[in-house]
């Protein structure tokens, strides 16, 4: 069965302390992982799509990171817009190309 | 934005009675789907669609039912409202492999 585990559930961090956040996955026969940020209120926000293990991606101050069971997002120098729940999914390379969840990590930046 | 809309945004409604949220895309997507999110769960499939008029069951599906008469809007309905559906519903799309999502329906079921 698909399982996808986050941690920490919560992580509050002050301004410029950079921390990663962790999500671990077992699935049966890995497509892709992907990580969203989700805003309160709003749908969430495509981050990226990691295909295989050792592939590594960037975007501003987030770097995401991929192995066989585990997944990586790090927070460099984070600011408080970078405040949000943050979702890990993995999508198996049978079936219908939706998404396994995890329950994410809020995260919260302290000016 | 992946040009997906929500419609309602918002609801309230009783026990009871049936409800439809639609979703509709402006990119001519052929995978949609829809997900609920509660707390302390991630977000979880009720159904998808691979095309007009192929629709399937995802995890959650039981007391919902879903239809697709055209590649731009998908329709989920719930049949008889409980308050065990409160909850915030989302559209997504498939381009590619990635995944897009709308900005969500929150039902509230009293």
């Known amino acids: 069965e698909d399982q996808v585990t986050q941690s920490p559930e919560a992580l509050r961090l002050q301004e410029g302390e950079s921390s990663s956040l962790n999500c671990s996955y077992t699935?049966?026969?890995?497509?892709?992982l992907f990580w969203y940020r989700q805003d309160p209120g709003k749908g969430p926000e495509f981050l990226f799509t990691?295909?295989?293990a050792g592939e590594e991606k960037e975007k501003e101050r987030l770097k995401a990171t991929l192995t066989k069971k585990e997944s990586f997002l790090h927070i460099t120098a984070p600011k408080p817009e970078d405040s949000a729940t943050y979702l890990c999914?993995?999508?198996?390379?049978?079936?219908?190309?939706?998404?396994?969840f995890g329950t994410g990590t809020r995260l919260t930046v302290i000016p | 934005d992946a040009g997906i809309t929500q419609s309602p945004r918002h609801k309230v409604t009783e026990t009871g009675t049936p409800v439809t949220l639609r979703c509709h895309q402006t990119?001519?997507?052929?995978?949609m789907y829809w997900y609920r999110q509660d707390p302390g769960h991630g977000l979880r499939l009720i159904h998808y669609?691979?095309?007009?008029?192929?629709?399937d069951k995802g995890e959650v599906s039981d007391g919902y039912s879903v239809s697709r008469s055209k590649t731009e809007d998908f329709l989920l309905t719930l049949e008889s409202a409980t308050s065990s559906q409160t909850s915030v519903y989302f559209c997504?799309?498939?381009?590619?492999?990635?995944?897009?999502f709308g900005p969500g329906t929150r039902l509230t079921v009293l």
């Open positions: 669609s691979y095309g007009v008029k192929d629709t």
């Open positions: 997504a799309i498939t381009d590619y492999y990635e995944q897009f």
């Open positions: 990691l295909y295989s």
């Open positions: 699935v049966s026969g890995l497509r892709g």
């Open positions: 990119e001519n997507h052929r995978y």
């Open positions: 999914a993995v999508q198996a390379r049978t079936g219908a190309n939706n998404l396994f």
